[in-house]
């Protein structure tokens, strides 16, 4: 394990810029172990939302006003920003979403509808949050296509030989998540994009788990299309993105209707579609929470994402080893390339009491499905407890979690 002096991560500096790890929570200091499911909001990011209601509160690219027009630079600004940060090649490759799973529904009622025909293939990993697996399900009752599932392992790392296997001529799609939400695997995208294209194939990336915790390059990675959410990554919640290739943005038709998508409408000739990434952003958008979400972005450039990443790796190490010491507890997830999100049960003991007891305690942790219920049933269980770990996160912090994990056991069994 690398010493934590060996880091030359700031961590007072990190955690002041979070207001909201001052509060205590029943009387105790609050340890918050939830990141998979929210990351915190740093002070740079609530200030930009602030900013924008008390300065340039407008509605954009329709009005010919300044606050119209400051709006409107700082949305497509963020627009700019989140392609600099994937290393899209244009702007224009990215759309604005409520998050991963309107991306993901977007993929497949544009992409999906207007491509796919029965008997087509859809291959989806065990380990999927059910955002990407129920839109393939839905298009599957719709049109007749097939959902293969790519099995995973006991240690819960994907089979590449079987997914391998499953790549045919029917295959048309692999939707398969960056990182797992449910165990923290990290899954070797680039090679399965590889293997997708090779046989004709397009690979859509759930990557709500990854961008918080590692550097993605969707240029590197040689995805077609790549989904995240802002408030996994340190951003506001009712924003994300999806990245797509322009060639395929260009080729798909709209998903929903109404303005800002359009370029001219008539009952006479029709309706003319706004150009790519427009088409797909219909109504007003999440306008200050697009900004923000660049904010986020900028913020985490600010402290380093490869500094992020090796302190994030050492409390998983950290945490790990000490859960590995209770009498009883499994840890459900055990691959060799992990992000820091540790998944685990209890004998005689059931994850949700153990959540609401240890919250008395001051510990927030997820205790669940996870969203990944295929996942847990592979494994026998229906519940697991989630610490997930941050930046801001500290060796302290696991062990009163660990401390107080152990006190809500001795009250359990």
Known sequence: ???????????????????????????????????????????????????????????????????????????????????THLNAFEPREIVFT???????????????????????????????????IVPWQLLAQALGIVVRVIPVDERGVLDLAAYRDLLGERTRLVCVNHVSNALGTVNPVAEMARDAHAHGALILVDGAQALPHQRVDVQALDVDFYAFSGHKVYGPMGIGALYARASLLEAMPPWQGGGEMISRVSFDRGTEFAAIPHRFEAGTPAVPEAIAL????????????????????????????????????????????????????????????????????????????????????????????????????????????????????????
């Open 98 to 132: 409520r998050g991963t799973t309107e991306a993901i529904n977007l993929v497949a009622n544009s992409w999906g509808r207007a491509n796919l025909q029965p008997g087509d293939e859809v291959l989806v990993s065990l380990m999927e949050h059910h955002s990407n």
């Open 294 to 413: 660049g904010a986020a972005l900028d913020w985490i450039d600010g402290v380093g994402i490869e500094r992020l990443a090796a302190w994030e790796q050492w409390l998983l190490a950290h945490a790990t080893q000490k859960l590995e010491g209770i009498d009883g507890l499994r840890i459900i997830g055990t691959a060799p390339d992990k992000a820091s999100v540790i998944s685990f049960v209890v004998d005689g003991a059931h994850a949700q009491d153990i959540g609401l007891l240890i919250d008395q305690l001051g510990v927030a942790i997820r205790t669940g499905h996870h969203c990944a219920q295929p996942l847990l049933q592979h494994f026998g269980v229906e519940a697991t407890c989630r610490a997930s770990l941050a930046v801001y996160n500290t060796p302290e912090e696991v062990d009163a979690f660990v401390e107080a994990l152990q006190r809500v056991l001795g009250m359990l069994r």
């Open 1 to 83: 394990m690398t010493a934590i002096t060996d880091l030359t991560l700031d961590l007072a500096a990190v955690r002041q810029d979070f207001p909201i790890l001052e509060r205590e929570v029943h009387g105790k200091p609050l340890i918050y172990l939830d990141n998979a499911a929210t990351s915190q909001t740093p002070t740079a990011v609530i200030e930009s939302l602030s900013d924008y209601y008390r300065r340039y509160n407008a509605n954009i690219h329709r009005g010919l006003h300044t606050l119209a027009d400051e709006a409107t630079a700082a949305y497509e600004g963020a627009r700019a920003r989140i392609q």
